[in-house]
């Protein structure tokens, strides 16, 4: 089918992404030997590589539905590759796109080189048919370059799957390793080992709050290169003071111990995690507490326990019991629960109580870090250290 224009109908702009696009239709030596791809393969290849082809997801929808009004499955062979419905039909199959966003779109899909306008002398489009009842002449979108970058798009899309592979792989190793150096780090803790622990703990515990964001790839590789740095730091501490010749059998034992009888404040098990999240994402960051420091740094918020408390939730409900006892209202507690969760809040509380001598007023005092975690500063974590670093410097 003959091509009659390369430019726009009214006010519309040239684009440098509309001149490449042109060229690339119009150039005999482009035109690819291979088989015509198949249509729904090449859009799929669109969505995984877009933002190496400079396409939103939106854009993409669009593109589906023009997709839609071509009736043959691949592009190419002798069918032409020009659609022309009206802005109303694919504003319908858009589920009612107003037609400002959807204008924007088409143009961002021009600019992007992967569609071309071919407008009718005065804009609308429709299709023109000879005396045998062929298309003879057709106004609207060409998709022609859709089949012409096929193969680009292709490799746009491996390149992309291959990245977020590697992506997946450094953020596992990532994950692994602080945990491997997080419960080595408890191991020394509880086992009354000389070195600085809890700084270590600490510095931890902020690369899993760091791994709750997305990262990009550098971002992560940064982070990996602090945690085995910090995995080593506690590697050579424990290396220092463990006799290695004889404790080997007790520290598998100790950590037999330590998964079957210790609650831990990290969720059930990350390794049954990691087997149904691929994605080993860290939970929450006061979820990842180790349960047995957070023991240690209330023991006088332990004392009024009237049972075991074995896990996060026995901590909210101590929590709870203690918030009236120290002045708290239930407003306040009613809003702490609601920013950090009950688990968290209850343990707000607990580390209250054993600073309860220095702290004029609980209830001002849990709202203000309410407040805090409401604007993304406050870190559990950091309270729990700073109880255990109180309470080591006064024995």
């Known amino acids: 089918m003959e091509r009659l224009t390369t430019t726009p109908f009214g006010q519309r702009p040239v684009s440098a992404g509309l001149r490449k696009a042109v060229e690339l239709v119009e150039s005999p030596a482009q035109m690819p030997s291979e088989a015509a791809p198949e249509k729904w393969q090449v859009l799929n290849d669109l969505g995984v590589g877009r933002a190496a082809l400079g396409v939103s ?14 009736p043959e499955q691949r592009l190419g062979g002798n069918a032409s590759l020009i659609v022309f419905p009206s802005n109303k039909a694919l504003s319908e199959r858009l589920h009612g796109m107003p037609e400002s ?31 045998d009842g062929e298309i003879s002449r057709a106004f609207g979108f060409d998709l022609t370059p859709l089949r012409l970058r096929a193969a680009e798009i292709a490799q746009a899309a491996q390149a992309a799957r291959e990245a977020e592979a590697r992506y997946k792989a450094l953020r596992e190793r990532v994950v692994l390793r602080k945990r491997d150096a997080q419960k080595l780090a408890l191991y020394g803790l509880e086992e009354g080992f000389p070195g600085d622990w809890e700084p270590l703990l600490i510095a931890l515990l902020d690369c899993t709050r760091r791994l709750r964001r997305k990262l990009s790839f550098e ?3 940064a982070l990996s290169a602090e945690v085995v740095d910090l995995s080593q730091q506690v590697e050579r501490t424990l290396a220092k003071t463990e006799d290695t010749s004889a404790d080997a059998a007790h520290f598998g034992c100790h950590h037999q111990n330590s998964n079957t009888d210790t609650p831990d404040f990290e969720s059930s098990s990350e390794e049954e995690n990691s087997a149904t999240d691929t994605s080993l994402d860290p939970s929450p960051e006061e979820m990842n507490i180790p349960f047995a420091l957070v023991l240690k740094s209330i023991p006088e918020a332990l004392s009024y326990a009237q049972g075991d408390i074995r896990n996060p939730r026995d901590i909210a409900g101590l929590g709870a ?18 920013a950090m969760g009950p688990e968290t809040a209850g ?18 005092y849990l709202r203000h870090l309410t407040r805090e975690q409401d604007l993304g500063k406050f870190s559990v974590a950091r309270l729990v250290m700073a109880n255990l670093n109180r309470a080591r410097g006064k024995s």
């Open 219 to 221: 971002e992560l590789e």
């Open 57 to 70: 997801d939106r854009e993409l929808g669009v593109l589906d539905v023009l997709l839609g009004f071509l």
């Open 347 to 364: 343990l707000v509380v607990c580390c209250l109580v054993e600073r309860i001598e220095e702290i004029r007023s609980p209830g001002g």
């Open 321 to 338: 019991f203690l918030r009236g006892m120290i002045g708290i209202s239930p407003s306040a507690w009613d809003d702490a629960v609601g």
């Open 101 to 131: 966003t959807l204008r924007r779109h088409l143009s961002a899909l021009v600019n992007a080189g992967l569609i071309l306008r071919h407008d009718s002398p005065n804009g609308k489009r429709y299709a023109a048919r000879d005396f």
